[in-house]
């Protein structure tokens, strides 16, 4: 199939492309404890990608904050965060709408009381576990635009995978930071893509 009917401008979805879900959960949503604008309407779009990465057998990653009940971020520990995402807590589960295929690996993060960790890398064998299946780019959505989503996208930059991020299954806290956030994955070699000019195959995979 030619590729020019689609567009100028595709983005492929490879055999080594792995699909990354940032901190989908109960409390970055709305009614949550820190809630995300727009995070619930984001959730059938990601459905979508976890969907379509899942038939395709590729790796689908999901992320959450997972804070132990001191942690500090929290404001009552000096840092900027009401208190969220407590480990075990109902805040802290996956949003009851997202479609997490069998398979999908979990992977908590700043779950040490002194440390913050926005990067679902940071700390995690997130870069381990890539590396034994063999991938080499990663799709990333979820939130929030301008900390975690863009942080998890810098490191998968920094340590030499592909990073398309999908911006139209991601929302951020502010709007300046997370144009910001999204300008400095482009500036740092990321790429922008959205579902339309996303191609799908599973033949023609290199
Ligand atoms: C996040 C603020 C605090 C995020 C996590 O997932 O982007 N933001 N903890
Ligand atoms: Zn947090």
Redesign the pocket.
């Known amino acids: 199939m030619s590729t020019e009917s689609i567009s100028n401008y595709v983005v492929g979805v490879t055999k080594r492309s792995a699909l990354i879900v940032?901190?989908m959960q109960r409390d970055?949503c709305e009614g949550g404890a820190?809630p995300?604008p727009g995070c619930s309407k984001i959730i059938p779009r990601v459905n979508e990608y976890t969907g379509i990465f899942s038939k395709l057998g590729l790796p689908v990653i999901a992320s959450r904050?997972w804070?132990p009940p001191n942690h500090i971020?929290f404001k009552e520990f000096g840092g900027?965060?009401p208190t969220?995402?407590v480990q075990g807590s109902k805040g802290a589960e996956f949003h009851p709408d997202l479609k997490l295929p069998e398979g999908t690996v979990v992977i908590s993060k700043?779950t040490q009381p002194d440390k913050?960790a926005?990067s679902a890398f940071d700390g995690t064998e997130l870069h381990y576990i890539l590396t034994l299946r063999g991938v080499k780019r990663v799709f990333v959505c979820?939130?929030?635009t301008?900390?975690?989503?863009k942080?998890t996208a810098l490191d998968a930059l920094k340590l030499g995978y592909e990073v398309v991020l999908l911006v139209d299954a991601v929302a951020g806290?502010a709007k300046k930071t997370s144009e910001n956030a999204l300008r400095e994955v482009l500036r740092e070699g990321g790429v922008l893509a959205s579902r339309n000019i996303i191609y799908f195959s599973s033949e023609e995979n290199k």
């Open positions: 940032v901190d970055f820190l995300v904050d804070h971020s900027p965060w969220h995402c700043a913050e926005y979820g939130v929030a301008d900390y975690c989503v942080a806290v």
